[in-house]
């Protein structure tokens, strides 16, 4: 059954792109440097999205041109960025185990400096790249010497005839995409029958998280497991494999493409009213009253000593990858 309409519903902007309805309620006017970014959620199956926001011409030229200088303040990676971005590799190349076959053909979209493709391919696998920002697309190419492309999901669609890819990779990209459906679709006519997606995003229930932080300007999106699953069903995946972090709440999953799925609403029973107990009760007293900010950032600051320490003269960034890869994977 449908919630009675809410009154913030009528400067609802943006149809929910899971459920299709217009019925939010608001949750925030502050993103985490708190400028003004109103986001909302949908009362009728729980997903959370930024409402107004820019065109999708002006997201585009965002992305690839101002995003990577604006979240981290550089064109191209430093020594401790690669290192970083290989771990994470690992990481994802161990999630894909049982998955990820030797003949698989794999596509990475939002491939950032090509690490994970870098990574694959030195693992054996056919592994290609897309990227939005100019800047790292190009790093890519030149500094790794990986096949990246600069673009976007959408500019792909067209040119494939037939469905080309065993694996897409979504690492912290889904939370980006204007219209997640449409491109969760897209992603669905890339794949072979039987192919599988894997995606990582932020989760709108880590209670880990700072309050005044939770809302980034980037984040068009953010999703919990029971929203991300639920998108996924209706463009006609299965999840096979899912995972939240203990440290940083982040969702990962892999999902398996359907040939054969009946159509959804998207609506959500109760998930709107448990992510807004959740939030309502992750206070900023609750947080720093809580041990969790403070070993949070114990962590942090022991994991950059180690990686100051990793990437001490280290300037070849392929050569970087390789230790990781060879201490991580053992190969």
């Given at each position: 059954?449908?919630?009675?309409?809410?009154?913030?519903?009528?400067?609802?902007?943006?149809?929910?792109?899971?459920?299709?309805?217009?019925?939010?309620?608001?949750?925030?006017?502050?993103?985490?440097?708190?400028?003004?970014?109103?986001?909302?959620?949908?009362?009728?199956?729980?997903?959370?999205?930024s409402d107004p926001r820019s065109n999708d011409d002006e997201l585009?030229?965002?992305?690839?041109?101002?995003?990577?200088?604006?979240?981290?303040?550089?064109?191209?990676?430093?020594?401790?960025?690669?290192?970083?971005?290989?771990?994470?590799?690992?990481?994802?190349?161990?999630?894909?185990?049982?998955?990820?076959?030797?003949?698989?053909?794999?596509?990475?979209?939002?491939?950032?400096?090509?690490?994970?493709?870098?990574?694959?391919?030195?693992l054996g696998f056919d592994a290609t790249g897309l990227e939005p920002?100019?800047?790292?697309?190009?790093?890519?190419?030149?500094?790794?010497?990986?096949?990246?492309?600069?673009?976007?999901?959408?500019?792909?669609?067209?040119?494939?005839?037939?469905?080309?890819?065993?694996?897409?990779?979504?690492?912290?990209?889904?939370?980006?995409?204007?219209?997640?459906?449409?491109?969760?679709?897209?992603?669905?006519?890339?794949?072979?029958?039987n192919g599988h997606l894997m995606l990582e995003a932020p989760n709108?229930?880590?209670?880990?998280?700072?309050?005044?932080?939770?809302?980034?300007?980037?984040?068009?999106?953010?999703?919990?497991?029971?929203?991300?699953?639920?998108?996924?069903?209706?463009?006609?995946?299965?999840?096979?494999?899912?995972?939240?972090?203990?440290?940083?709440?982040?969702?990962?999953?892999?999902?398996?493409?359907?040939?054969?799925?009946?159509?959804?609403?998207?609506?959500?029973?109760?998930?709107?009213?448990?992510?807004?107990?959740?939030?309502?009760?992750?206070?900023?007293?609750?947080?720093?009253?809580?041990?969790?900010?403070?070993?949070?950032?114990?962590?942090?600051?022991?994991?950059?000593?180690?990686?100051?320490?990793?990437?001490?003269?280290?300037?070849?960034?392929?050569?970087?990858?390789?230790?990781?890869?060879?201490?991580?994977?053992?190969?």
């Open positions: 059954m449908h919630q009675e309409p809410n009154p913030d519903s009528a400067a609802c902007s943006i149809p929910c792109n899971l459920c299709g309805r217009k019925n939010v309620h608001q949750l925030s006017l502050k993103d985490r440097q708190r400028s003004y970014l109103r986001t909302v959620i949908c009362c009728d199956c729980g997903l959370i999205w585009k030229d965002f992305y690839a041109t101002k995003y990577r200088k604006q979240y981290k303040s550089i064109y191209e990676p430093k020594p401790k960025h690669i290192h970083r971005d290989a771990v994470e590799a690992a990481k994802r190349y161990h999630f894909l185990k049982g998955v990820i076959k030797s003949e698989d053909t794999i596509l990475d979209v939002g491939s950032g400096s090509g690490v994970f493709v870098y990574t694959l391919g030195r920002d100019q800047s790292h697309s190009t790093y890519a190419r030149k500094a790794l010497d990986v096949p990246i492309t600069t673009g976007f999901i959408q500019d792909i669609q067209t040119d494939v005839q037939t469905p080309g890819y065993n694996l897409i990779t979504l690492h912290h990209v889904l939370e980006h995409f204007s219209d997640p459906f449409e491109n969760l679709k897209i992603i669905w006519e890339l794949l072979k029958p709108a229930l880590d209670a880990r998280q700072d309050p005044k932080n939770r809302y980034h300007m980037a984040h068009l999106y953010t999703f919990t497991p029971k929203t991300i699953e639920t998108i996924l069903q209706k463009a006609g995946f299965e999840t096979v494999k899912k995972s939240v972090a203990p440290l940083n709440g982040n969702i990962t999953l892999v999902a398996r493409k359907l040939t054969d799925f009946s159509p959804i609403t998207g609506e959500i029973p109760g998930s709107f009213e448990e992510i807004k107990k959740t939030l309502e009760h992750h206070t900023n007293l609750r947080h720093f009253t809580s041990s969790v900010p403070y070993r949070k950032a114990i962590v942090h600051f022991i994991k950059a000593i180690r990686e100051q320490i990793a990437v001490f003269g280290q300037k070849n960034p392929t050569h970087l990858i390789n230790k990781v890869i060879a201490a991580h994977i053992g190969k």
